[in-house]
């Protein structure tokens, strides 16, 4: 079962303001979005919709869903000044409609296998042929280190054992300036499991991008080892 923060509790998560999830991830995506030039996009688990309330071109057709009612409402208020096509059902998304499916940052908090493939299944569904899919996770391999904006229980509590699929662990998200915080859990899969499951739904990887952690003043951050994945198919 997914954590109550993503169903009930979201506004807890986004109201933190540093977080790498914005300084990292964000641009890199739009830079993505800004390449591929989609007509029509959807941030599939959109949350509060922050992400493309930074995208500047008005001539992609948007349109986001997520499971949680809560995150919904605050992403409606976030993207007021935009144009968006709100969906609060999967099976509501029409097929091969998307050039550009966005799945940033759910991956991990999904808790089974058969859960992953359900949802896989439907990205595939509603991604036009030739379309891409833009997936992020927190890094795999690495979750037993600390970063500039969270660490796991992996670092402090609990032993990190890579391979063991599906295991349940602790997120602590903290906001270094003004240090704020929230923690949630999520669900470890290998970087093989996570890949492979994908591309057995037949999707063709194209590329993977690991990328740094980011150096906020004189705050801690993570020099050797990267936060988060980015994996891009077709």
Same mark, same amino acid.
Request: charged fraction near 25%.
């Given at each position: ?6 169903i ?6 986004y109201k933190?303001? #540093?977080? !790498? +999830?914005?300084? /990292?991830l964000?641009?890199?995506i739009l ?5 591929? *030039? ?10 509060d ?16 869903y997520?499971?949680?009612?809560q995150a ?8 007021k000044n ?9 099976k509501?998304?029409p097929?091969k ?8 940052l759910v991956?991990?908090? #999904?808790p !089974? +296998?058969r859960? /992953?493939i359900?949802?896989?299944?439907e ?5 036009? *042929?030739?379309g891409?899919l833009?997936i ?11 970063y ?5 229980e992996y670092?402090?509590d ?9 295991d349940?662990?602790?997120v602590f998200i903290?906001?270094?300036i003004v240090?704020?915080?929230?923690s949630f ?12 499951l ?5 999707l063709?990887?194209?590329? /993977?991008?690991?990328?740094p952690?980011?150096k906020t003043g ?7 080892y990267p936060?988060y994945?980015?994996l891009?198919?077709?």
């Amino acid at each position: 079962m997914l954590d109550k923060v993503w169903i009930s509790e979201p506004e807890c998560y986004y109201k933190i303001e #540093i977080e !790498s +999830r914005k300084l /990292i991830l964000f641009p890199k995506i739009l830079d993505l979005i800004k390449l591929y *030039k989609p007509k029509r996009l959807i941030d599939y688990g959109c949350g509060d919709g922050s992400l493309l309330k930074s995208l500047d071109n008005t001539n992609i057709q948007l349109s986001v869903y997520d499971i949680s009612k809560q995150a919904l409402k605050l992403a409606k208020e976030n993207l007021k000044n935009h144009e968006i096509v709100y969906y609060n059902a999967s099976k509501k998304i029409p097929s091969k409609s998307f050039d550009c499916v966005i799945f940033s940052l759910v991956l991990m908090t #999904i808790p !089974s +296998r058969r859960t /992953i493939i359900k949802t896989l299944k439907e990205l595939r569904r509603i991604k036009k *042929k030739n379309g891409k899919l833009i997936i992020t996770i927190t890094h795999p391999c690495f979750r037993q280190y600390p970063y500039s904006t969270f660490f796991t229980e992996y670092y402090r509590d609990k032993k990190f054992n890579y391979f063991l699929d599906g295991d349940k662990f602790k997120v602590f998200i903290r906001d270094p300036i003004v240090n704020t915080h929230v923690s949630f859990y999520d669900y470890h899969w290998t970087l093989s499991t996570s890949i492979n499951l994908i591309l057995k739904n037949g999707l063709l990887l194209q590329e /993977i991008i690991e990328l740094p952690d980011f150096k906020t003043g004189n705050f801690f951050y993570n020099q050797k080892y990267p936060p988060y994945l980015l994996l891009i198919f077709q």
